[in-house]
């Protein structure tokens, strides 16, 4: 499973995702690895695509398939050299052709892309506010999320907890209320003076924040699910470590990412023969 917080701010765009991946093995059972790559950046275009939903896909990694993309496309070299004139819609459209396109290609397969999200997020060329597209498997569909004018926090895959916090309550709440005799309509209410009263998101905080603080605050919202799935019962389905990523017209700035180093690469063991 996953967890993916968007912020976007007027000076650029900050993404947040944990790191787990769970595969199922039938009646075996599940397993999960914590190292999953959920954040990829287009080649050297402004432009990252954030996954969540199936971990493989024509039998390979987001990843994977987001590299090859990229250099088919002509989004690996210099920007302004080999990628000229791109927008972000066109970024989007194309890599959800190359993926199906891809899927058709792998021996055996039934020629349909599983549950699958893809939020491609950045810069289109010589622009100086961003947007975000979203991709959907298996439906295929391609629409836009965020225009340029848009400013917005959001979040995707695992979240319950998230939401609890920012709206002061648990998403449930209202379902809740109606099944136990409350009208839709004094639900409604209850739950407006509940947000004025004890929301810590929609009310308090402020959309115009520098990125800088941007990503500090999505960098604890991830976090916040986090451990919440570590300490409830039953399989956690995110995990850290949290990869954080900032898109701005001029780049993408990596704050936090994982890397490839083994566990005695980390720590001075000497390899396997």
């Excluded at 967890?3 to 059972?29: C, N, P, Q």
């Excluded at 002061?168 to 009263?197: C, F, W, Y």
């Amino acid at each position: 499973m996953t967890t993916v917080v968007t912020f976007k701010v007027a000076d650029g765009i900050v993404i947040g995702a944990d790191s787990a991946m769970t595969t199922r093995k039938g009646r075996m059972g599940t397993n999960r690895y914590d190292s999953y790559q959920k954040i990829n950046q287009v080649g050297r275009l402004p432009v990252v695509c954030t996954m969540w939903g199936a971990g493989l896909t024509a039998g390979r990694t987001t990843e994977s398939l987001v590299d090859e993309f990229a250099h088919t496309h002509g989004y690996a070299g210099e920007v302004g050299e080999s990628a000229t004139n791109w927008t972000v819609e066109d970024v989007a459209r194309s890599l959800k052709a190359f993926i199906e396109e891809a899927v058709k290609q792998e021996q055996g397969c039934d020629c349909k892309v599983g549950r699958l999200d893809l939020l491609v997020s950045g810069y289109s060329s010589d622009a100086y506010k961003g947007e975000q597209w979203q991709i959907r498997f298996p439906q295929g569909v391609v629409r836009r999320r965020q225009g340029e004018e848009n400013l917005a926090l959001t979040w995707d895959g695992v979240n319950d907890d998230i939401r609890t916090l920012w709206w002061g309550h648990h998403p449930s709440l209202r379902k809740i209320m109606t099944k136990n005799g409350v009208s839709q309509e004094q639900a409604k209410t209850v739950i407006s003076d509940l947000e004025q009263e004890a929301a810590w998101g929609p009310v308090r905080v402020d959309f115009s924040m520098p990125v800088q603080d941007a990503a500090q605050l999505v960098e604890f919202l991830v976090s916040v699910q986090i451990a919440a799935e570590r300490f409830k019962p039953g399989p956690a389905r995110s995990a850290a470590p949290i990869d954080l990523v900032v898109v701005r017209y001029d780049g993408v700035h990596w704050l936090r990412r994982k890397g490839l180093a083994l566990p005695y690469e980390r720590t001075g063991w000497s390899a396997p023969a």
